[in-house]
């Protein structure tokens, strides 16, 4: 977090939305980074800090093949909902 800081790391990449899982190391990245964590809507230059559901870790159900395609849904709806997104630069 002080590193980035440091070299302005927000203003300099004109990031505008920071979507982060709602998992505490996310949480605690996004904190370091921003200062901020969702539902926190607006941190600096950033726009929107939100959680994103789709972001969770894979599942150890999520490994075995049976279930497999829960995760491959999963990350095709990332990608989806990403796109929908006006935000040209997103972390």
């Known amino acids: ?5 440091e070299v302005d790391f927000l ?3 004109q ?3 920071v979507a982060h899982s709602p998992l505490l190391r ?3 990245t996004s904190e370091g980074m921003l200062g901020s964590v969702a539902p926190n809507t607006k941190a600096g230059n950033v726009s929107r800090v ?8 894979k599942t ?3 490994w075995t093949p049976m279930y497999f ?4 849904d999963r990350i095709y709806n990332f990608e989806q909902w990403l796109g929908e ?3 040209d630069k997103i972390a």
Do not use: S, Y
């Not at 939100?50 to 870790?57: A, M, N, Q, S, Y």
């Not at 395609?69 to 491959?72: G, L, N, R, S, Y």
């Open 11 to 13: 203003n300099t990449t």
């Open 50 to 57: 939100i959680e994103v559901d789709l972001l969770k870790e």
């Open 1 to 5: 977090g002080n590193k980035l800081r």
């Open 69 to 72: 395609t829960q995760f491959t």
């Open 26 to 28: 996310a949480r605690q």
């Open 85 to 87: 997104q006006d935000d």
């Open 60 to 62: 150890p159900q999520e």
């Open 15 to 17: 990031i505008t939305l």
